[in-house]
């Protein structure tokens, strides 16, 4: 199984700040990792597919890097409907998931 | 416009068998490529990817569960069944249908998710 962490599992930021948020893979995806959102009883959405794809629809302000075994996600100029719980997924095999990271004002 | 719908007990007692019934529409699953599919997550914890089932009737397990679990298809129905033997209060959960983003991966272990069902929150106790 290949394992997903994600760093920090809480980060508190304010509207305008600009934030990442890293996951890490315990081997090697090359590209192959999603950024999702999730927001308070609903379900996720996705954002960011093969590390650095922009999902249609999604904000420009959104954006993902990386390769290997570390990815990041970040949100610039962060806007109050952005604060919500992420999560990566990786699909080189059996997806799998990060713990998630809660983002609070 | 893909949507999908969970349906199901809301309430199972342990050591029963769940039954979860995805509903979809905008798609169909005799269509080459695609695939619908069972996520889960613990009230307050982390998703859980379950079960795929593709158009050629082809299944994928979590390995972890693999001996507890069948994905089945009803193309004419458009609807996708889980079934989860032997539940536990662990397995207490939202559990999600979701669809599988076409052409999205290398093999077809892989898939990352374009469209959730809203959900539905099931109990294990007694």
């Known amino acids: 199984d290949i394992q997903m962490t994600q760093s920090p599992s809480t980060l508190s930021a304010s509207v305008g700040d600009r934030v990442s948020i890293t996951c890490r893979a315990s081997?090697?995806?090359?590209?192959?990792l999603a950024w999702y959102q999730q927001k308070p009883d609903k379900a996720p959405k996705v954002l960011i597919y093969?590390?650095?794809s922009l999902e249609s629809g999604v904000s420009s302000r959104f954006s993902g890097s990386g390769s290997g075994t570390e990815f990041t996600l970040t949100i610039s100029s962060l806007q109050p409907d952005d604060f919500a719980t992420y999560y990566c997924q990786q699909y080189l095999s059996y997806p799998s998931f990060g713990q998630g990271t809660k983002l609070e004002i | 416009q893909i949507t999908l719908k969970e349906s199901g007990p809301t309430l199972v007692k342990p050591t029963q068998t769940l039954t979860l019934t995805c509903t979809f529409s905008g798609f169909s699953l005799s269509s080459t490529q695609v695939g619908v599919g069972w996520i889960r997550q613990p009230p307050g914890k982390a998703l859980e990817w379950l079960a795929l089932i593709y158009w050629d009737d082809y299944k994928r397990y979590s390995p972890s569960l693999q001996s507890r679990l069948t994905i089945t298809k009803d193309t004419s129905k458009n609807q996708v069944v889980l079934t989860m033997t032997n539940i536990d209060p662990v397995d207490t959960a939202i559990y999600y249908c979701v669809h599988r983003r076409n052409e999205c991966c290398n093999t077809w272990d892989a898939a990352y998710f374009d469209y959730w069902g809203q959900g539905t929150l099931v109990t294990v106790s007694s």
């Open positions: 081997q090697n995806i090359r590209n192959w």
């Open positions: 093969k590390a650095s």
